[in-house]
């Protein structure tokens, strides 16, 4: 036996194999877009913008444009890691292929968008059949999370400017149905807005909230089973009363900022009122508690069964504390018109709200780190393709992957799972059906 020198085995590279496929974990992706129909769909919806004779398929375009992105392109570019594998995604359409289309959508602005949407929603509803018990709306009520994100630009584009973190860029507002504990999240709603609209922009929430509601199934989109959440910055009465408003009634749970009338209600508060808060795992946490303050500050002007809760904890080390907080603990509350239910599980469920901002590190990981494109109206676009790709990451697990895979984020599918190499074998009995053959197994995709 040859004695090893250094840390790894010394391999030698030969290029000239025949059949070998990169990227073929990303297989998963294209049976998910077949399986639900996803194809089909987005190829109908952008049927008027496929000019005659035209050789690429607008909703194919699309798409591959979406499984790039979800493979971890940034930009229109990209699309050239599907373009080398054509036995694995079939016929991929030019970079300017590609551009022109994106610019004849920006072209058709709204109409192109609410084409690409249906078409999104019709599938959705698919989906969450086939997941079955896996769905997030198995339980029969859904949880809608909606948060502003900031999107930084290194260049000059349209609506971009200063931030109220003093960055440049664009400041969107987006929501995601919650998968809960076991899975993940799916975008519902991206709205483009400028990087200095305010976070707390009342016609921004209602108009993200109507696209979030529009691609829930019929049954979900008004009534108290499907819950909005949001942080501080939807707190104000015009959502409040939109989402209040009759025959709509759906059920909310919305931060609300400490302003001086709770903070001297707080201040009233006897100590008897307090209950421990419940850590994530729904047990006692130690230097936190919660109390209702419902019927100390004036709410005649607020929406009717209105409830407002409050908390109070210990700071980690090295927080600043504010001008609001209580003797050196830090306040925080939030509305709801969840009637009944303990007060720990309500703020429990509010606080959940956080997993947001989880599905918005995987939406900078998934394309929407930078907006690739200068017209405000090509971005909007930009923003669809990465919700398509958004939804791959979230449907593929959610029918496919069981236990704590199913939990894994874009990064770590992209390292473990997607990028898997394998030898294409023709089929001897039918040209129509090839195998993937990775270390050991076979994944068969028909043709």
């Known amino acids: 036996m040859s004695k090893r020198i250094g840390l790894y085995p010394r391999v030698r590279v030969e290029g000239g194999g025949r059949g070998a496929v990169s990227q073929a974990g990303a297989v998963l992706l294209v049976e998910t877009v077949r399986k639900v129909g996803l194809d089909t769909a987005i190829s109908a919806a952008l049927a008027p913008w496929r000019k005659p004779r035209a050789v690429h398929d607008p909703g194919k375009v699309l798409l591959d444009v979406a499984l790039a992105t979800a493979l971890g392109g940034d930009c229109l570019a990209d699309v050239a890691m599907l373009r080398a594998e054509p036995d694995m995604f079939g016929p991929v359409a030019s ?8 610019d004849a959508l920006a ?23 086939l997941a079955g018990a896996d769905s997030p709306a198995a ?23 200063a931030t109220w973190k003093k960055t440049f860029g664009h400041h969107p507002l987006v929501a995601f149905v919650d998968h809960g504990p076991a899975g993940s999240g799916e975008p519902v709603a991206a709205l483009l807005r400028a990087g200095n609209a305010g976070s707390n922009t009342a016609a921004d929430h209602i108009e993200t909230a109507q696209l979030a509601l529009a691609q829930l199934p019929q049954r979900l989109r008004r009534g108290r089973r499907t819950l909005i959440r949001t942080d501080s910055g939807g707190g104000t009465h015009a959502f409040l009363d939109w989402l209040s408003r009759r025959g709509r009634w759906l059920s909310y ?27 994530a795992g729904g047990t006692e946490r130690p230097g936190a508690w919660v109390a209702e303050i419902t019927d100390m500050p004036d709410l005649s002007t607020w929406p009717t ?17 504010r ?7 830090r306040l925080t509350c939030f509305a709801t018109n969840t009637k009944g239910g303990q007060l720990a599980d309500l703020e429990l469920r509010h606080r959940r709200r956080a997993r947001c901002e989880d599905r918005i590190r995987n939406a900078r990981d998934t394309g929407l780190r930078n907006l690739p494109l200068h017209d405000t109206a090509q971005n909007r676009i ?30 770590k599918l992209r390292l473990r799972l997607f990028s898997a190499a394998a030898q294409l074998v023709s089929s001897r009995i039918s040209t129509e059906h090839d195998r993937l053959i990775f270390a050991g197994q076979a994944w068969c995709s028909s043709g």
């Open 95 to 102: 970079d300017p292929t590609v551009s022109r289309l994106i």
């Open 382 to 411: 930009w923003l669809e393709i990465v919700s398509l790709a958004l939804d791959l990451l979230a449907w593929m697990p959610m029918l496919a992957l069981t236990g704590k895979t199913r939990r894994w984020e874009p990064k």
């Open 305 to 321: 069964g209105m409830r407002l809760i409050v908390r109070k904890e210990r700071p980690h080390p090295g927080a600043q504390l």
């Open 253 to 279: 749970s919305v931060g609300m900022t400490i302003t001086d009338a709770i903070h001297q209600a707080v201040l009233k508060i006897p100590k008897k009122a307090w209950t421990p808060a419940y850590d």
């Open 107 to 129: 072209a058709a602005g709204p109409k192109a968008l609410t084409a690409i949407r249906t078409a999104r929603a019709e599938v959705r509803s698919r989906v969450w059949e």
């Open 323 to 329: 001008f609001t907080d209580l003797d050196g603990l």
């Open 139 to 161: 339980g029969g009520s859904v949880i809608v999370d909606i948060d502003g994100v900031l999107v930084l630009a290194h260049s000059e584009k349209q609506d971009a400017t």
